[in-house]
């Protein structure tokens, strides 16, 4: 890989009171929940994982769960009241005005949670960095709460075999998701980190080792 992308086209991230967060993206299988993991396990970082925070205002009394109902009724709600994420994915998946509804009740509402989330951990003041795994971070409009944003890099074929292996899709299946996502050209354009991720383990964890202390986050 060339290794202009190997270092940072911003300054130095410096210990402030502020602490910094680092945007984390990829394609599908590139090893994002790898990166996240090394990043919370071995250097101590705080994580937040959108999906995870889209779950969570999805069960009861939260804003999402309150506006899905409004839209979508009480028949995408199982026996206990949560909302079944397969009965209102049948519903939008079928219907491109539904899911653009879903889209513009759960998007807003993830971003503001976020940044709740990310101000929460700045005034405890117990971590070195945030780390923010989103899979529309670049499209969904987060760089403008990002200090940096890493791109998880693998390339096309290896992440074919690791989709192959470990998720049972085909090769046409895989090719057809990695073809609806940002082209690695696009995420070469907007990072600031690349971390390879073809190698083993030991070479990811010093690739994020070395970008960690490239911005003064690891010494």
Do not use: C
């Not at 769960?65 to 709600?77: K, T």
């Not at 050209?185 to 964890?205: K, P, Q, Y």
């Amino acid at each position: 890989m060339n290794e202009e992308y190997m270092t940072s086209k911003k300054p130095p991230l410096k210990k402030e009171s502020t602490i910094p967060v680092l945007g984390i993206t990829g394609g599908v299988g590139s090893g994002k929940s790898e990166v996240m993991n090394m990043l919370h396990d071995e250097f101590g970082g705080a994580l937040i994982l959108a999906d995870l925070v889209g779950h969570d205002l999805m069960q009861p009394g939260e804003i999402s769960y309150e506006q899905i109902l409004a839209r979508f009724g009480r028949q995408i709600l199982d026996e206990k009241g949560n909302i079944d994420r397969k009965s209102l994915g049948a519903v939008v998946f079928a219907d491109p005005e539904a899911l653009k509804d879903l889209n513009q009740i759960t998007h807003p509402n993830i971003h503001a949670e976020i940044v709740r989330r990310i101000e929460a951990f700045r005034q405890e003041g117990q971590v070195p960095f945030i780390a923010l795994e989103a899979a529309l971070l670049i499209e969904g409009g987060y760089e403008d709460i990002l200090d940096q944003l890493w791109y998880v890099h693998v390339s096309e074929e290896n992440r074919i075999k690791r989709l192959m292996e470990g998720r049972g899709y085909t090769r046409e299946k895989s090719l057809s998701i990695m073809r609806q996502q940002l082209s690695e050209e696009e995420f070469f354009r907007h990072a600031d980190v690349i971390i390879d991720n073809n190698g083993s383990l030991d070479e990811t964890r010093e690739s994020v080792k070395d970008a960690l202390y490239d911005k003064g986050l690891y010494i």
